[in-house]
């Protein structure tokens, strides 16, 4: 399944929210150029929005780019947690089969980057890794990582019978996992020599979950 291009932003008109044109354009510019070599006059000038009006929605450029993240990001961990609330009330007293868990927390995130919004969100997120140190733990801790606490307890009790510091290294390789699959660096298609394509989302379902639970679920050494 191919990622499409997302058009230009253009100017709002009339009948357009003003500050929604603001994060669209900052979202691109974001991501193309990283937070440091984005200023604010740049996003204003893009977006044909008095830069006054720019920071009456946003009265920094650290507010901006984690609103732009947050649009995206909340309605993302939203679903992780209405999935996972439902396989818990399918589960019932028995904890949750860690396909299940896989399928809650991975899927959504590969949903949302590979269909549900531009690919410069995408494009963001996988920047993120080599944004100001500061800047990203901001984004992950206002947005992810009460969620992210919330599974792993969920992993924990699945996986009981793994040690505190060995289930902790195992979800930490299956982040890294899933965020590199939405890097499109072209690896993949190096690797396979065309006969994969790092945006095929089915494909990307299909072999990732049995790949992570195969490694959660691995024998001690």
């Not at 450029?61 to 609330?85: D, I, Q, S, W």
């Amino acid at each position: 399944m191919s990622r499409t291009s997302a058009p230009p932003p253009t100017a709002p008109d009339r009948a357009e929210d003003t500050r929604t044109h603001l994060l669209d354009v900052a979202e691109e510019l974001f991501a193309q150029h990283g937070f440091n070599a984005t200023s604010t006059r740049m996003v204003a000038t893009i977006a044909k929005i008095n830069l006054g009006s720019l920071h009456y929605y946003f009265n920094s450029k650290e507010a901006l780019y984690l609103e732009v993240f947050r649009r995206r990001g909340v309605p993302l961990v939203a679903e992780r947690l209405r999935r996972l609330e439902a396989a818990q009330a399918r589960a019932g007293s028995s904890p949750v089969p860690v396909r299940e868990l896989l399928r809650c927390f991975v899927e959504p995130f590969l949903e949302t980057s590979m269909r549900r919004v531009p690919p410069a969100f995408t494009q963001l997120h996988c920047r993120l890794q080599s944004e100001p140190v500061d800047l990203a733990m901001l984004v992950r801790a206002s947005i992810y990582n009460e969620s992210t606490r919330t599974f792993v307890q969920a992993f924990a009790r699945t996986l009981a019978h793994l040690p505190d510091e060995v289930l902790y290294w195992r979800l930490h390789f299956m982040i890294g996992a899933y965020t590199y699959t939405l890097m499109n660096s072209g690896r993949l298609e190096f690797i396979s020599e065309g006969q994969c394509k790092s945006t095929d989302l089915d494909a990307a379902f299909s072999q990732i979950l049995p790949f992570l639970e195969a490694g959660l679920t691995a024998p001690l050494n």
